[in-house]
C-alpha cells in the first residue's frame, strides 16, 4: 500500500488483521455518528440541551451524555423519543459487510 495520511486508511489497515479490534473502531464509529446526529438535530432544531430534555422528560446531563462521542450506553427508545420531540424519524438500516474494502 502506498505511503497515505488518510485516516481512515490507516485505521482500516491497522485493524484488518485484528477483528476485535475491528470490531471496537466500528463500535466507537457508530457511538459517535449517533451523537453527532443528535448535536445536530438538537442545534438545528434551535434548543439547548435543557429543553430537549424538557421535551423527553429527562435532564440536562443525558443530553450531554448523548451527545458525548464516548458514550456508550444509547437505547433505541431514548433516540426515538428525541426524535418524536424533534418532529423526526428513526431509521436503521442493516447492510451486508464489505469484507473487501479491508483486502
Same mark, same amino acid.
Given at each position: 500500500?502506498?505511503?497515505?495520511?488518510?485516516?481512515?486508511?490507516?485505521?482500516?489497515?491497522?485493524?484488518?488483521?485484528?477483528?476485535?479490534?475491528?470490531?471496537?473502531?466500528?463500535?466507537?464509529?457508530?457511538?459517535?455518528?449517533?451523537?453527532?446526529?443528535?448535536?445536530?438535530? &438538537?442545534?438545528?432544531?434551535?434548543?439547548?440541551?435543557?429543553?430537549?430534555?424538557?421535551?423527553?422528560?429527562? &435532564?440536562?446531563?443525558?443530553?450531554? &451524555?448523548?451527545?458525548?462521542?464516548?458514550?456508550?450506553?444509547?437505547?433505541?427508545?431514548?433516540?426515538?423519543?428525541?426524535? &418524536?420531540?424533534?418532529?423526526?424519524?428513526?431509521?436503521?438500516?442493516?447492510?451486508?459487510?464489505?469484507?473487501?474494502?479491508?483486502?
Amino acid at each position: 500500500m502506498a505511503k497515505t495520511s488518510n485516516a481512515i486508511k490507516i485505521i482500516d489497515k491497522m485493524t484488518s488483521n485484528d477483528p476485535e479490534l475491528e470490531a471496537m473502531v466500528a463500535e466507537a464509529s457508530i457511538n459517535a455518528e449517533v451523537a453527532q446526529l443528535i448535536y445536530e438535530a &438538537r442545534t438545528k432544531a434551535g434548543l439547548t440541551q435543557k429543553q430537549l430534555a424538557d421535551l423527553v422528560g429527562t &435532564r440536562q446531563p443525558v443530553i450531554a &451524555r448523548l451527545e458525548d462521542a464516548d458514550y456508550e450506553g444509547h437505547s433505541l427508545s431514548m433516540l426515538q423519543k428525541i426524535a &418524536r420531540a424533534l418532529n423526526q424519524n428513526v431509521v436503521i438500516h442493516l447492510t451486508p459487510i464489505d469484507h473487501s474494502q479491508s483486502a
